[in-house]
């Protein structure tokens, strides 16, 4: 089985990246030098970003401690992103990185302990029953400069204070969620303000976004807080020499004609998630043709795009519709979305921007709206034909 997931054995699955890896390298090395990068990272869903980071992530030196937050998962357990849940998150990440190096984490605790300890405890509500280095994580009330200031200076404390330690680096995955904290762009300018006296840590965001997501204009655009000064990679799909290396090292005993794999790797476009989905429901006693992997991939779509399944059961009706439209339209420009949906101008904005910062919209020279992922599309339109209607 091919995984589907990120596996806890990263290195028996992952798969070249060399030319990846060695440019997010090169960058993250700045913190050696006392000349830290910030990286922003994107590419599509299911094209392998999170992968391809936790395996660096595992492959750093001794001398690195590193810390991976899933913005995604802070959303998932509370319906909603708060700056105080993120700060927490980082928190409790920071203590988990620091116990996988008992030493640094000896040395350092007492440290540690005595900046939490001057955080004015008394402006915060301990409702929470998780603590961190035995102290209990504050419900903020009216102090969040004090929690911020805390938080966001501590890897670098930890770095100074430690002969062991030469740098950090610290993943935020799924960063587009960050957009539904009360104030997106007042974050951001959080962190810069906080990154820019740091001489040794490495912040990395990554996410599904789409290039034209308001989000990216955010963080990163001309008016954003790091105003063009992270450093951004796009990682790609794989091309089709790539995916032919690909399942003959990892899924070799699946086999198929030349037009098989046309057809194969028309259907997945090289995105590893889909390539991974897609193996796991051929059969390895059978070689594969055109004609065998378009009807495979018909009979079985709803396991080769699961995860749109999960994606699509959390998109509201107001998403659902555009969506909708532009599967029967292929492309709208934006009057004529406002038009065929009857929404406000507010409305299809608010919800346009949503979708454009959930990867799911792309925004053409042509000045109109399509869907980004084919798919999404080719499974939408599956499911209107073989059973009359739109996925609810």
């Known amino acids: 089985m091919m995984p589907t997931t990120v596996p806890r054995n990263i290195n028996k699955y992952f798969f070249n990246r060399k030319k990846d890896i060695k440019k997010i390298n090169?960058?993250?090395?700045?913190?050696y030098e006392d000349l830290p990068n910030q990286l922003l990272i994107t590419g599509n869903r299911g094209v392998g970003k999170t992968f391809l980071l936790k395996k660096i992530l595992n492959d750093t030196n001794d001398r690195t401690l590193t810390a991976y937050i899933d913005i995604s998962k802070i959303y998932s357990t509370n319906k909603k992103v708060t700056e105080e849940e993120i700060l927490k998150e980082i928190l409790s990440n920071i203590y988990e990185s620091l116990q996988q190096r008992q030493s640094v984490l000896k040395n350092f605790q007492d440290n540690i302990k005595h900046f939490i300890s001057n955080v004015k405890l008394h402006e915060y509500e301990f409702t929470d029953v998780a603590s961190i280095f035995d102290i209990p994580i504050p419900k903020i009330k009216d102090n969040y400069k004090t929690l911020s200031k805390l938080v966001m200076e501590l890897p670098q404390k930890i770095v100074d204070s430690s002969d062991e330690i030469d740098g950090y680096i610290i993943v935020f995955d799924e960063f587009q969620f960050i957009k539904h904290v009360e104030n997106p762009e007042a974050f951001f300018w959080l962190f810069r303000s906080y990154i820019q006296d740091q001489s040794n840590v490495c912040y990395i965001f990554t996410g599904s976004v789409s290039k034209s997501a308001d989000i990216i204009e955010d963080i990163n655009g001309q008016t954003?807080?790091?105003?063009?000064?992270?450093?951004?990679?796009?990682?790609?799909?794989?091309t089709k020499e790539e995916t032919k290396n690909y399942i003959d090292e990892k899924a070799n005993e699946l086999k198929f004609t030349t037009d098989g794999f046309e057809r194969f790797y028309?259907?997945?476009?090289?995105?590893?998630?889909?390539i991974n989905t897609f193996c796991n429901v051929l059969d390895s006693g059978k070689t594969y043709d055109e004609n065998m992997i378009k009807e495979t991939f018909m009979m079985k779509m709803d396991q080769i795009v699961i995860m749109w399944l999960y994606i699509w059961g959390n998109l509201n009706e107001y998403e659902k519709t555009i969506i909708k439209i532009l599967t029967d339209d292929n492309e709208l420009t934006w009057n004529e979305l406002l038009k065929k949906t009857g929404y406000s101008k507010s409305t299809l904005t608010k919800y346009i921007d949503s979708l454009n910062n959930k990867a799911i919209l792309k925004y053409s020279r042509q000045n109109t709206y399509a869907l980004n992922d084919k798919m999404l599309e080719t499974w939408l339109k599956y499911k209107k034909e073989t059973e009359g209607q739109y996925p609810m």
């Open 266 to 274: 028309k259907c997945t476009r090289g995105i590893p998630a889909y």
């Open 26 to 31: 090169i960058q993250i090395s700045s913190i």
């Open 224 to 238: 954003g807080a790091f105003a063009g000064r992270m450093i951004q990679i796009d990682i790609e799909a794989f």
